[in-house]
């Protein structure tokens, strides 16, 4: 062998090392992608056409937030001073649903508590807290059942059923202890059994799949059917039919549905050195860590974190907070 081709065949080799390492743990490339994204079931009557639950709003005094709140200005480079919270009280709802928003985010809270006030109360309730940070694009991410949303997803509802689907994959429809449904062999023979997926994004991991299929349910449930949709879905049938039986009772608007649990609420924390110098946090600890998860099996918990990180990278580049990294180190 000459030594050019040999040269040729370690860099091959080198190559197939490194590609197959970073493949995504997630639906198999080779599989087709049924659309190019879902954003079109928002649209002509689609998801952005539910009506929202009609709700009131309170806003918190300058001085003090809940520690989710203070976290994800952490994460996003927003002064915790600069952040406004509301109690949104939907009317379906015996507890209210907190949602910050730094003051530069494109969106208002009542854009805001509209997309949450779309998703049924059987799944609303599933998340916890809910902020809104400054981006050029739509995109979001949900990490501890918290959804943070970048740039403005007004009249974006497949968005925020996504984001709320992360949540009912992990407490609603398996053991109810956090441990994903979509990390099970069973979701991922049925997949394999299937001939395609919703689209490009459902391939990044398992739970993104299931998500993605999640957003589809929703709109067989409370827009048409998803088999008389043009060209039909059936080389995802066994996806979506799992899917549909989940979720039918979490994720189907009934005008009778109330709430019928909530979580735990975060600790309130000081804003800042601002905050104290006028006196307002008095008496308050300054928590740093809050326990959010029951002891998971380690394997399932690094899965959970692992998944969350690429969740929130992504959506860093959807948004275009960041440059999308094609290839990575
Ligand atoms: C949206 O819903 C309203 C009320 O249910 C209905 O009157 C309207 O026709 C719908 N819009 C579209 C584009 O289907
Ligand atoms: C929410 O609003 C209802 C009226 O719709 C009211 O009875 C209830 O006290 C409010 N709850 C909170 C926590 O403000």
Redesign the pocket.
Known sequence: MSPFLSDLLLISLALTCCVLADLPDGPSDSMDERFDNLHWLDLNGGLNNLSYQAY?VAQWAFGTVPQACFDMAGDRQCDPHELEVFDV?Y?DAKY?KVICRCTDSPMQIWDIADDIGRVPVKARQWINYVGSFNAPDCSAYSGANHITILGNCAERASVTIHEVAHSLDGWAVYKGNGAQYSATREWKRTVGKDTCVPDNYAKSRWSESWAQVAVLAAYHFNVGSIWDLDGGVECMRGQMEKVIQQLEGVLTFREADRCDRHWPEDPTVCMGDRAISEGLCEGLEVITTVERYPALDPEVQRGIEEDENSRMRHAEEESGLVVARKFKA
């Open positions: 009131t009280n009317s209210t």
